[in-house]
């Protein structure tokens, strides 16, 4: 059975997938192969999936597939770049269902129950793609030093209000973890204090106590 077959199935399916192009565009056939990917996952997975979102992009010689899956109240990231679009969608695809694999298996050690929030603030910066990529080509041929005093700090364009979630500390790796970020700010449920949980560079976690 073609890719387009097997994707024009998965169409009516309980969930939505969304494949978007960033720097590229996205032929049926590059589309009809990530769906394809996914549904895969979907059989292998067992957990109740939510959407999926796909985002190719292309610069320079670097081929780069994310993926944004949601997965009942969990969002799990991955991403994966190579030379070659399908590619990366295998390595995106794999690291995914690697994830998934790992969320089920503390969904078993670890019983899910509601998370409480507070609001906290948050400052979000904007930063075009074209200024992004004029930057990344000065960095080749300038140092830092010359970098900071030629580029001025951004203005703060607005305030957001984000879930600051309560969480264990066993909770906070989960999240931390599936999510392919490098930190989380959350508060710990053991002591209410405002913490910051870290990936260090050994594959272990590190955590900041922010109040004492």
């Not at 073609?2 to 589309?31: C, P, Q, W």
């Not at 976690?205 to 922010?210: A, K, L, Q, R, T």
């Amino acid at each position: 059975m073609s890719h387009k077959s097997k994707a024009s199935e998965f169409v009516n399916d309980t969930y939505n997938i969304d494949v978007l192009g960033r720097n590229v565009l996205v032929t049926d056939a590059m589309k009809d192969y990530a769906i394809e990917k996914v549904s895969k996952i979907d059989k292998f997975s067992h957990q109740r999936i939510i959407d999926v979102h796909v985002t190719m992009d292309i610069q320079k010689l670097e081929h780069r597939v994310d993926i944004l899956m949601q997965v009942d109240h969990v969002k799990i990231k991955s991403s994966a770049s190579s030379e070659d679009m399908y590619a990366s969608i295998d390595l995106a695809t794999d690291k995914l269902q690697q994830r998934l694999v790992k969320y089920k298996k503390r969904l078993q050690e670890h019983a899910a129950k509601p998370l409480s929030s507070v609001d906290m603030n948050v400052n979000v910066v904007n930063m075009s793609q074209d200024e992004i990529a004029v930057i990344n080509d000065e960095i080749e041929s300038e140092n830092q030093k010359q970098l900071l005093d030629t580029y001025h700090p951004h203005k703060v364009l607005s305030q957001e209000k984000r879930p600051l979630k309560v969480l264990t500390h066993k909770e906070a790796i989960m999240k931390i973890d599936l999510s392919g970020d490098n930190f989380l700010i959350f508060r710990c449920e053991e002591d209410q204090r405002l913490k910051v949980i870290y990936k260090r560079n050994d594959g272990h976690f590190g955590i900041i106590e922010v109040e004492s």
